[in-house]
Every structure is written in structure tokens, then in C-alpha cells.
Nanobody, 126 residues
Framework: AVELVESGGGSVQAGESLTLSCVLNGFRYRYRRCVGWFRQPPGKGREAVALLYDGAKVTYGSSAKGRFTINDDNAKNTLTLEMKSLEPDDTAMYYC???????????????????WGRGTQVTVSS
């Protein structure tokens, strides 16, 4: 069975940094070429934060550009999201997800991602 397990969330002050981790258990690489981080703020829908295809092609959401970095350590089966200069608007539940469709690029919406972790909460106070 495949499983995603996130960690690293917490409560921080604005301007501080956090790094989230996601362990990808049970995946063969050809089914996890597209991996990503999404977030869901309180009372809002889920949005893509950062998507990574084949360890090389990165797509960042507008709110993440210049502040967040996604990295996929395939040898350790671990996906990370380094977040710097955090703002109160970054407060959300963060999820890692895998698009298992084996397409030549990542899906663009959350429904394209079949496997999800349970999430890790990030709270940023001003």
C-alpha cells in the first residue's frame, strides 16, 4: 500500500521559516514522477503551492514564488517544502500529494492527484 506522511508543521511568527517533510512510502518511481504540496487555509479551498515533475520541472503557486522551495530526495523517498519569510496568510493545513497518472507533466488541479497525506498544520502569527 502507498502512503504519504507529512511532518514539520507548527506555530511561528511572521518572518520566520519552516521546512515541511513528506515521506512517500510504497511508491514505485514511475507512479510518483509528479509530486506536490497543496494547502487549505481556514474556510477556503485547496490550492497548489508547489509541484515538481521528474525531479526537475517546478511550478510554484503565486503565493510561494521567491519564498518557498520544493525538493524531492528520491533516494530517501522524502519530499520537502522549505518556507521562508512566512506571513499570516500562509496559515493553512499543508498536504503533500502524488499524481499517479504517469503523464508527461503534472496535473494542474487537486483532483488530478490521487494520493494525499493527512496534512500538517502551519500557523503564522503577526
Amino acid at each position: 500500500a502507498v502512503e504519504l506522511v507529512e511532518s514539520g508543521g507548527g506555530s511561528v511568527q511572521a518572518g520566520e521559516s519552516l521546512t515541511l517533510s513528506c515521506v512517500l512510502n510504497g511508491f514505485r518511481y514511475r507512479y510518483r514522477r509528479c509530486v506536490g504540496w497543496f494547502r487549505q487555509p481556514p474556510g477556503k479551498g485547496r490550492e497548489a503551492v508547489a509541484l515538481l515533475y521528474d525531479g526537475a520541472k517546478v511550478t510554484y503557486g503565486s503565493s510561494a514564488k521567491g519564498r518557498f522551495t520544493i525538493n524531492d530526495d528520491n533516494a530517501k523517498n522524502t519530499l520537502t517544502l522549505e518556507m521562508k519569510s512566512l506571513e499570516p496568510d500562509d496559515t493553512a493545513m499543508y498536504y503533500c500529494a502524488v499524481d499517479t497518472r504517469m503523464r508527461p507533466s503534472c496535473g494542474t488541479v487537486s483532483s488530478d492527484f490521487a494520493v494525499w497525506g493527512r496534512g500538517t498544520q502551519v500557523t503564522v502569527s503577526s
